[in-house]
């Protein structure tokens, strides 16, 4: 199994520019996540999903914007990127519910606006 | 405002030692705890968990221990070896409405294993 594979890996972005971050997982996962890992951060939470057609904002959403129209995808989009969006982006999928193994994640999308 | 807080940014242990990692929170309704490691240019990967209704969760070399008076848990591991020496993060969770899903994830500690 694959589990969750982000795209792309890297990219530098100039201000203003919009892009897409691709997460897709083949797990069957209800719940799909967006974290962002800013340098000597944890990770915060932008946007979840708890299934197809359903989203809601995390703790940080403000510059993003998500959508679920499968189970498999969860993209999140950046419209007019920003110095402050220049940060590690993880994508992670869950089971309905927390089990005892907690989140799988992405390997991550590094991103830089400049 | 941090409600998981992981106060040691680094750690350096001797291999073959004992390595602790500390986790305190603020937020008294979180009942699920996790840690995750993480290594460069990669994702965290979960390591271990422990609800709130124990004190005491084991795996392997691997030890959480919970004390929900102090709002405190750490992360034992022993031995210590080398591949051990990556960026661990703290998490939390809150059960609402019966399904807990939302983590909160602290700053991380960096663990260095000396050979």
């Known amino acids: 199994n694959a589990g969750v594979t982000q795209t792309p890996k890297f990219r530098i972005l100039k201000i203003g520019q919009s892009m897409t971050l691709q997460c897709t997982q083949d797990?069957?996962?209800?719940?799909m996540y967006w974290y962002r890992q800013d340098p000597g951060m944890g990770l915060k939470l932008i946007y979840y999903s708890v299934g197809a057609g359903i989203t809601d904002k995390g703790e940080v959403p403000n510059g993003y914007n998500v959508s679920r129209s499968t189970t498999e995808d969860f993209p999140l989009r950046l419209e007019l990127a920003a110095p402050s969006q220049t940060s590690v982006y993880f994508c992670a999928s869950s089971y309905s519910g927390l089990r005892q193994d907690g989140y799988t994640f992405g390997s991550g999308t590094r991103l830089t606006v400049v | 405002d941090q409600q998981v807080k992981q106060n040691s940014p680094s750690l350096s242990v001797q291999e073959g030692r004992i390595s602790i990692l500390n986790c305190d929170y603020t937020n008294s309704m979180f009942d699920y705890f996790l840690w995750y490691k993480k290594y460069p240019a990669e994702g965290p990967t979960f390591l271990i968990s422990i609800s709130s209704i124990k004190d005491k969760n084991e795996d392997g070399r691997f030890t959480v221990f919970l004390n929900k008076s102090a709002k405190h848990l750490s992360l034992h591991i022993v031995p210590s070896q080398p591949g051990d020496s990556a960026v661990y993060f703290c998490a939390a969770s809150v059960s609402s409405g019966g399904s807990n899903y939302k983590l909160t994830f602290g700053k991380g500690t960096l663990l260095t294993v000396n050979p």
């Open positions: 797990m069957n996962h209800n719940y």
